[in-house]
């Protein structure tokens, strides 16, 4: 069964830094391009970041600006997000989600059950 | 950036009734979409991809059609257990955008 487990979340300061992890289990991890998605708090969904299996491609929404790094290691089956200059705006529950094949980059099959940060004072 | 927009943004049905969300895209996305569901405090579940393909498992009262910048998605006999907002999504250029979401309720 594929499993997708986000951490890391929590509340931080406007500015701080936070990396969230997600662990995957139930498939071969390296074969498959994984993306983070974000929801604000009930507001809809925005794509945030998506690197490929070798870590050789990657790509991250234009409205991050440079403060999120997407990173991956195969052998600890494992996605990360290191987020620094964090702003209010940034509050949301972070999904990753797994990308079924290489030709659908953006189709979206497995998402993790999501990890809450809030950038508050 | 592809925009998307969907309609209605909310909507009422009895069960058994059939249900049509619409999806706009602001240029073609050559059949690149997906639709979702999400019922409350869960994740995302992918149910419609490249516009017409049924994700395994999902239930075949749920379809999808359209071309170019007009999609449909169809639920053909609504289930109590479809209360919900779904989302389509393009993936036909980056960055990857996800229309704002119909909310379907039971009336």
């Known amino acids: 069964e594929v499993q997708l487990v986000e951490s890391g979340g929590g509340l931080v300061q406007p500015g701080g830094s936070l990396r969230l992890s997600c662990a995957a289990s139930?498939?071969?991890?390296?074969?498959?391009?994984l993306s983070w998605v974000r929801q604000a708090p009930g507001k809809g969904l925005e794509w945030i970041s998506y690197?490929?299996?070798?870590?050789?491609?990657?790509y991250y929404a234009d409205s991050l600006k440079g403060r999120f790094t997407i990173s991956r290691d195969n052998a600890k089956n494992s996605l990360y997000l290191h987020m620094t200059s964090l702003r209010d705006e940034d509050t949301a529950v972070y999904y990753c989600?797994?990308?079924?094949?290489?030709?659908?980059?953006?189709?979206?099959?497995?998402w993790g059950q999501g990890t809450l940060v809030t950038v508050s004072s | 950036d592809i925009q998307m927009t969907q309609s209605p943004s909310s909507l009422s049905a009895s069960v058994g009734d059939r249900v049509t969300i619409t999806c706009q895209a602001s240029?073609?996305?050559?059949?690149?979409l997906n639709w979702y569901q999400q019922k409350p405090n869960k994740a995302p579940q992918l149910l419609i991809y490249?516009?017409?393909n049924l994700e395994t498992g999902v239930p075949s009262r749920f379809s999808g059609s359209g071309s170019g910048t007009d999609f449909t998605f169809t639920i053909s006999n609504l289930q109590p257990e479809d209360i919900a907002t779904y989302y389509c999504?393009?993936?036909?250029?980056?960055?990857?955008?996800f229309g704002p979401g119909t909310t379907v309720e039971i009336k």
């Open positions: 989600a797994r990308t079924p094949s290489v030709v659908t980059p953006g189709e979206f099959d497995h």
């Open positions: 139930g498939f071969i991890f390296s074969s498959y391009n």
């Open positions: 690197i490929s299996g070798t870590s050789t491609t990657i």
């Open positions: 999504q393009q993936y036909e250029n980056l960055p990857f955008t």
């Open positions: 240029h073609d996305i050559n059949n690149y």
């Open positions: 490249d516009t017409s």
